[in-house]
Each structure stands twice: as C-alpha cells, then as structure tokens.
C-alpha cells in the first residue's frame, strides 16, 4: 500500500492554468501506474489522466491537448499540467495508484487500490 497526497488546488479563472502534485509516501512511483481522477458536486468519480510504469500516457477526451501527466525525474511525484482551464473542469482531483502486480484498463477507477485524500480545483467563467 502506498500513501498519496496531492496538492496544487485553488481558485483560478477560465483559461488559466494550475499544476497538481501528487507525493508517494516516501517511495518511488516508477513501479506503480499512477492516474488522476476528479469528482464533482452530484457526479461520479472520472477518469482524467493516467501513465503507467511503462511511460504510457492516457488521456479523457475531455482534456486531451489540455493537460499533461507526467512523473518527475526522481520518480517521487507525479504531476497534472493543467492548461486551458474551464469551468467544467471544476471538482475534486484525485490521485490515485496501482502496483504492476495488477492490471485492467488504466481509465478505469476499479483498477486502482490506492487513493490520495483530493484537491479541490474551481474554476470560475
């Protein structure tokens, strides 16, 4: 099991941008395939963005050429690149991980088994 926490969330304007971070607790993501979730008011949880232990990148339609998953070069955080902010893109952002150990579709939330405690991100028009 490994502890996650984000940060990086706050008010900002449309078409602003904001970077989320998200920490392993004392460990190195390099072995685990890390995804960011968001949730809002009266809505289930959604797949963002997700980069699995190989490099691989994925993206929701919704974000795609807007935000940019990637790990650091120490393989200590992982980071949300939020550009072109909406006021749709308002909710609560998870991280969230899973060891190589499992496997199923990356944009799916059932396949994590690790959750951080969430950002609040809200953007205003």
């Known amino acids: 099991q490994v502890q996650l926490v984000e940060s990086g969330g706050e008010l900002v304007q449309a078409g602003g941008s904001l970077r989320l971070s998200c920490a392993a607790s004392?460990?190195?993501?390099?072995?685990?395939?890390m995804g960011w979730f968001r949730q809002a008011p009266g809505k289930e949880r959604e797949f963002v963005a997700a980069?699995?232990?190989?490099?691989?990148?994925y993206y929701a339609d919704s974000v795609k050429g807007r935000f940019t998953i990637s790990r650091d070069i120490a393989e200590i955080t992982v980071a949300l690149q939020m550009n072109g902010l909406k006021p749709e893109d308002t909710a609560v952002y998870y991280c969230?991980?899973?060891?190589?150990?499992?496997?199923?579709?990356?944009?799916?939330?059932?396949?994590?088994?690790?959750w951080g405690q969430g950002t609040q991100v809200t953007v205003s028009s």
């Open positions: 980069i699995s232990w190989t490099g691989n990148t």
């Open positions: 004392g460990r190195t993501v390099r072995s685990y395939t």
């Open positions: 969230a991980a899973r060891p190589i150990t499992m496997s199923g579709n990356p944009k799916s939330f059932k396949n994590y088994n690790d």
